[in-house]
């Protein structure tokens, strides 16, 4: 059985700092290219970061220089440094595990093989 689990969200003020860790049961991470993405309630699911295999990294428009994805292979373990905060950044965030196999848009949610089950992230002013 697949499962993912995030940890590391809470409260912080804005400027501030967190770091998500993502684990895997029942799945190698370094054999799936990994993301990271946040939802606040009424929007959509939104693609933040994503690392392939082979340690290429992605970023939406509005986290790069402020974000970073990293990935620990050895131990199965993924990352997402969040520094600089804003109000903005205030969302459940969610790891995501993709095939090594597929190609195209990595915000592409439908294309991802496990989710996990959120970790929550709240930014104040």
């Known amino acids: 059985q697949v499962q993912l689990v995030e940890s590391g969200g809470g409260s912080v003020q804005a400027g501030g700092s967190l770091r998500l860790s993502c684990t895997a049961s029942g799945l190698a991470l370094d054999n799936y290219r990994m993301g990271w993405f946040r939802q606040v309630p009424g929007k959509e699911r939104e693609g933040v970061s994503y690392i392939t295999t082979r340690n290429n990294t992605y970023y939406t428009d509005s986290v790069k220089g402020r974000f970073t994805i990293s990935r620990d292979n050895a131990n199965n373990w993924l990352y997402l440094q969040m520094n600089s905060l804003k109000p903005e950044d205030t969302a459940m965030y969610y790891c995501?595990?993709?095939?090594?196999?597929?190609?195209?848009?990595?915000?592409?949610?439908?294309?991802?093989?496990?989710w996990g089950q959120g970790t929550q992230v709240t930014v104040s002013s």
């Open positions: 995501a595990a993709r095939a090594d196999c597929y190609s195209g848009s990595w915000r592409s949610k439908e294309t991802y093989k496990a």
